[in-house]
Each structure stands twice: as structure tokens, then as C-alpha cells.
């Protein structure tokens, strides 16, 4: 019962904290002028059914404003490029042709948001590093040669090889 008790002050409290009018509330005057503009335009509801006088009688009232489209020559460019694309649907299956045959289409374009330069040297270093899957794709470079990428080794093979080379210049040399 203690709980319950609890709850509901709490409840109440919560209640009375709240404002009873939205803090952005419209005045009094701006009200009566959104009414009036309202009235004026029959977008207030009539009868049970919910339908607007200026939907019931359109004759009545204003014409609402029209969006702009698009001309009868760019609706006809859009069109072309859409079906020379393959995405107008054709046929009682409501499919397009790029969904009944994919291979005579080209494929979409991804938009990318790395530079072509970036990916460049993303793959640059990848492969350096062996980190590049070949053949089935499930091991990459550096698994099937780690003796070449440097893998548990400390220094990749062409390191050590003109490591290598110096020392042997140097042995030949005498030094």
C-alpha cells in the first residue's frame, strides 16, 4: 500500500510541476486571425465526417497555390534516361527490365565520399603491407608468404635483402 501511496504523490507532483499551457502558446489576437484566415479559406472541418468546406464546395473559396512541376521537356528526358536505364516497369509482373534481365543494364554508380587518390594509396600501403586477399579470398598476401611481408620476422624480406647486400659489399671489400 506504502508504494502505491508513493506513486501517486509522485504522479501528482509531476503534474503539478508541468505548465497547463504549452510554453510557446499563441496569443489571444493570433488565434482569432488563424480562424478567421481559416474560415476564410474553408479549411475548417464540416459536418461528422471530417471534410473541409472548401472541399465540399471548392467553387466557394480561393484556389490553393500549385506547386511548380517540372516542363513537358524534362519529364520527357527523365523518362528516356529512366527507360534507357531499364527502371520503367513493363508487363502484367509490374517489373522493370533491369530486374528481368540485370546483365544488359550497367550497374548503378556509387556515390563515393573518399577521393580517388585516397584509395589509391589506401591500396598502395594494403599491399605493401600484404594485407591484400588473392586467389579465393580467404588469406591474403602476407598468410601465404610471411617470409616476403616480414610476418614474425621483424624486417620484410627486401629490407633484409639490401641489408644483406651491404654486407656483403663490405665483406668483399675487406672492410
Do not use: C, F
Not at 43 to 55: C, L, M, Q, Y
Not at 127 to 137: E, K, L, N, P, S
Not at 146 to 166: E, F, I, M, T, W
Amino acid at each position: 500500500m506504502k508504494p502505491m501511496i508513493a506513486l501517486n504523490i509522485t504522479v501528482a507532483l509531476a503534474i503539478a510541476a508541468t505548465p497547463a499551457w504549452p510554453q510557446g502558446s499563441k496569443s489571444r489576437a493570433q488565434v482569432k486571425s488563424e480562424t478567421v484566415e481559416a474560415i476564410r479559406d474553408g479549411n475548417v472541418p464540416i459536418g461528422d465526417e471530417g471534410h473541409r468546406a472548401n472541399e465540399i464546395s471548392p467553387g466557394r473559396y480561393p484556389a490553393k497555390p500549385v506547386a511548380q512541376g517540372e516542363t513537358r521537356a524534362q519529364v520527357k528526358a527523365e523518362t528516356a534516361k529512366a527507360r534507357k536505364a531499364g527502371e520503367i516497369p513493363v508487363g502484367e509482373l509490374d517489373r522493370s527490365p533491369r530486374e528481368i534481365s540485370p546483365r544488359r543494364y550497367p550497374a548503378a554508380a556509387a556515390a563515393s565520399s573518399v577521393s580517388r587518390a585516397e584509395v589509391k594509396a589506401q591500396t598502395r600501403a594494403a599491399i605493401q603491407a600484404g594485407a591484400i586477399t588473392v586467389g579465393d579470398g580467404e588469406r591474403t598476401l602476407s598468410e601465404q608468404n610471411p617470409a616476403r611481408y616480414g610476418v614474425g620476422q621483424g624486417a620484410p624480406r627486401a629490407k633484409r635483402r639490401h641489408a644483406g647486400a651491404a654486407a656483403s659489399a663490405a665483406s668483399s671489400r675487406g672492410d
